[in-house]
């Protein structure tokens, strides 16, 4: 049942070959047998899932169910769930029990889905490889001496293992799209203020966007549409109708002009994967779409533009959690300034207390004019520079997602910069704010490597019509690590 897609097991509820506790309880044992080896899972919420799939399997019987009823799904750990732990990957968090669901998980409860459990990340989201969670690393399921990337390491990881059909995630830098690259996996982030925020722990305010990752584009499809919408809960939510996702999957890409910017094809790409994407412009050819060089010429400066502003808006969000209004508190401090000191340097690891720092000292005094200001002033050029290419025809911008496949555990952790530099092609999309996703176009050296659309705002269903017809035509989606296959 796990290699089934969500339209094939949706048949099969409706069908009666399987119930959803039975779909439910395969999950379970497959967490149980498999998790051990890949800590994808921070907590399993075997109970709940249950109860929650007797509740779809009534929903079908009665013959009202949609399409998601009855559906497993993993959430990342960065979503508030009502009664149930949500540490965001850190100990300052860790016995923090949410009072209440995000919005998006209780979009999907309301659409039938079941919780099977929380996954694991990078502390607070801020990571390309899973290696910063207090609960331990993520394995990738491809090569478990290599990292998932992150921060979404616990979603792809177990979308990709079989652990669950789908899975929630989010993208401050590229922390949907870059794992899903190293796992061949489609992940998609829409537009921001698409899906609401509203219950998802803040990392950098003006970057953060919920979206999925999945086996294929038709299944991110189903769910990011049972997602999406305006939330009043959400100041940065956008009121506008949500479109249809899923019926423009089959339709023809012909004529359809895509950008490639020569900025994203320069040096710095390894040979391996620029030859798997050059093998999918040409395949995308063959379906009918156009290429035209385009140029987004203030591209290079995303990473230190988001390396001010992504840390400025870290440290103000994480002031809350100083052990007395939020978070872990340090046992027996004497003062209430060594309380502050010692909650906080006890509950954050290593990675997110640089962040903070980089943030509170480009806000400083002094230096918020030379960097912050400056930074924000250069986001705008790089928003202009999209918003320039799609004035001028060009429907969708095609990249690459990563620079590499999946890193061995390790290699870039005592080099910050070489570690942030692995969201080189990702991070402009966020300072943008427009939606982009990556999907799997092959194999270098056995492992996988993906590539990246990026489109216009809530151009959405034109990308994933895109991502679809590719997978219809190749069959790299389908393909799964040995050890998880049967």
């Known amino acids: 049942m796990h290699k089934h897609s969500i339209a094939e097991l949706a048949a099969g509820l409706r069908g009666k070959k399987f119930s959803s506790r039975e779909l439910t309880q395969h999950f379970l044992k497959r967490i149980d047998a498999h998790d051990g080896a890949l800590n ?47 540490a965001c990957g850190s100990k300052m968090l860790d016995t923090f029990i949410a009072p209440y669901d995000a919005t998006i998980v209780e979009k999907l409860d309301a659409a039938g889905m079941v919780m099977l459990g929380k996954l694991n990340m990078d502390e607070f989201a801020m990571g390309s490889s899973n290696e910063t969670s207090f609960y331990g690393p993520v394995c ?21 293992a079989g652990l669950a059909p789908v899975a929630t995630a989010t993208d401050t830098g590229g922390s949907i799209r870059q794992p899903a690259a190293l796992t061949n996996l489609t992940g ?7 899906v609401s925020r ?53 339709t023809s890409i012909r004529g359809l002009t895509i950008g490639l910017p020569k900025e994203y094809f320069a040096d710095g790409m390894s040979a391996g994967v620029r030859e798997r994407i050059e093998q ?3 395949t995308l050819t063959q379906l009918g779409a156009n290429f035209k060089e385009i140029s987004l010429p203030n591209s290079p400066l995303s990473v230190p533009t988001y390396y001010v502003v992504a840390p400025a808006e870290a ?18 401090a004497k003062s209430l300034e060594e309380l502050y000191k010692r909650s906080r340097g006890e509950g954050f ?13 480009v806000l400083s005094h002094g230096y918020y004019d030379a960097y912050y200001l400056q ?112």
């Open 140 to 160: 990738n399921p491809w090569d478990k001496t290599r990292v998932p990337g992150g921060s979404s390491g616990g979603s792809v990881a177990c979308v990709a």
């Open 40 to 86: 994808s899972y921070v907590t399993i919420t075997a109970e709940r899932a249950l109860k929650q799939a007797d509740a779809a399997d009534a929903v079908l019987a009665a013959g009202n169910a949609g399409l998601l009823t009855g559906i497993p799904i993993g959430q990342k750990d960065i979503f508030c769930t009502k009664g149930v732990r949500t």
């Open 375 to 486: 930074a924000q002033k250069v986001r705008r050029l790089i928003y202009d520079d999209f918003k320039r290419a799609f004035a001028d025809g060009i429907d969708l911008v095609l990249s690459p997602t990563a620079t590499d496949v999946a890193f061995k555990f390790g290699e870039n952790s005592d080099d910050p910069v070489a570690m942030y530099l692995n969201d080189i092609y990702t991070i402009a999309a966020n300072l943008a704010g427009i939606p982009a996703m990556s999907l799997p176009c092959g194999f270098v050296d056995g492992l996988p490597t993906g590539f990246q659309l990026m489109g216009n705002f809530f151009a959405e269903a034109r990308m994933l019509n895109v991502a679809h017809q590719y997978q219809q035509a190749t069959d790299f989606h389908t393909k799964w690590p040995t050890e998880y296959a049967s």
């Open 198 to 250: 509203y219950g998802m722990i803040a990392f950098a305010s003006s970057l953060d966007q919920a979206g999925v990752v999945a086996r294929s584009a038709e299944d991110a499809a189903y769910v990011l549409q049972a997602m999406s919408g305006f939330d009043p809960k959400d100041s940065t939510s956008v009121e506008r109708p949500v479109d249809d996702l899923v019926s423009g999957l089959n």
């Open 349 to 361: 690891g290593a990675e997110v207390q640089r962040r903070i720092m980089i943030g509170t000292y």
């Open 188 to 194: 998609i982030k829409p537009t921001y203020g698409r």
């Open 315 to 332: 440290s103000s969000n994480l002031a809350r959690f100083d052990g007395v209004r939020y978070g872990h508190r340090a046992d027996g």
């Open 280 to 282: 999918a412009i040409a």
